[in-house]
């Protein structure tokens, strides 16, 4: 998917987005997402049309939505960003990032209930004993994860080891500043009917040492966003997004080897599952 966009020097790819450097500028980066969706763990064939756009858009809403803290969209007079990819693509400050995933959780499902069933624990925070895969948490916690290499998958690890890793006062500041993103985002998502189960922050600092938020913010690929209906029916766990591709693929493929391509209709109701979202949260 990678383009050759000019002005622009390839770096990287990651699963569903791509680096580029803006020439002249090192210290700037432009991100650029694109269509494809992952599902279990696999990058799927047929990308989702729109996809990127929206959760680009999202990022940028919950940026404008968090002005107490300092965020990574840059801006310089001298860059152009090609149109064509002009709204899936952030320009961003070039970070030093810190290589811990800031998880907040205010619901236990997914790895995080895997280690509790396992410890009692998620990330070295105790949690009260009988709690059942998609409970909410007495209030919501730090549940930091080691960011492994690429390929590899990340790894819980206890606050004590994130202080290891970029000192007490970052560390302090890192989880200060997840739970606040997260409490104002959980207040702005409820009243739209739609819970935030839990979210995955990357910070960095700039060139002042100054800690700033980088990264896609609250989007459906960072977090997990449930219907409230449907967790108020006792259907929990069901995603906002993904669910349709989810379901499709589970009645339809048995987990080995390659996924089957979406057809046009699963392809077309998530499209459309990604409008509705956006659409209930800009306001
Ligand atoms: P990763 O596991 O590293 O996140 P990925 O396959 O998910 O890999 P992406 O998330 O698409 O790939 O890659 C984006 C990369 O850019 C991430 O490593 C992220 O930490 C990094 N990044 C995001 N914002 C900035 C920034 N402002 N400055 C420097 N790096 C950034
Ligand atoms: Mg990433």
Redesign the pocket.
């Known amino acids: 998917m990678t383009a050759d966009l000019p002005g622009f020097t390839f770096l990287t790819a990651?699963?569903?987005?791509d680096?580029y450097a803006p020439e002249g500028h090192d210290d700037l980066?432009l991100?650029v997402a694109d269509d494809r969706v992952s599902a279990f763990d696999q990058v799927l064939s047929r990308p989702i049309p729109g996809r990127a756009a929206l959760l680009t858009r999202l990022t940028r809403w919950w940026f404008d939505r968090l002005p107490e803290v300092p965020n990574?969209l840059a801006d310089a007079d001298d860059v152009v960003v090609p149109a064509e990819v002009a709204d899936r693509s952030m320009l961003?400050?070039?970070?030093s990032?810190h290589p811990v995933e800031c998880v907040v959780r205010a619901y236990v499902t997914g790895s995080g209930y895997a280690e509790y069933r396992r410890t009692g624990s998620i990330s070295g925070v105790p949690l009260p004993e009988g709690l059942q895969d998609g409970d909410r948490l007495p209030e919501p916690i730090f549940t930091p994860a080691y960011?492994a290499e690429?390929g590899e998958h990340d790894e819980n690890i206890p606050f004590e080891k994130v202080v290891d890793l970029v000192g007490a006062e970052t560390a302090e500041a890192l989880r200060a500043t997840s739970l606040a993103v997260f409490a104002r985002a959980t207040a702005l998502a409820e009243a739209k009917g739609v819970l935030l189960a839990d979210t995955k922050l990357?910070f960095?600092d700039d060139e002042q040492g100054r800690l700033v938020l980088?990264?896609e913010v609250l989007t459906p690929d960072s977090s997990r966003y449930w219907d409230a209906a449907a967790y108020a029916e006792g259907r929990r766990g069901v995603s906002f997004d993904k669910q349709i591709i989810r379901d499709w693929l589970a009645a339809h493929w048995d987990g080995h080897g390659t996924p089957p391509d979406l057809p046009d209709e699963i392809v077309q109701r998530t499209a459309d599952r990604y409008r509705e979202l956006v659409d209930l949260l800009p306001a």
């Open positions: 990651g699963k569903v987005r680096l980066l991100l990574h961003v400050e070039r970070l990032m960011k690429q990357e960095g980088a990264d």
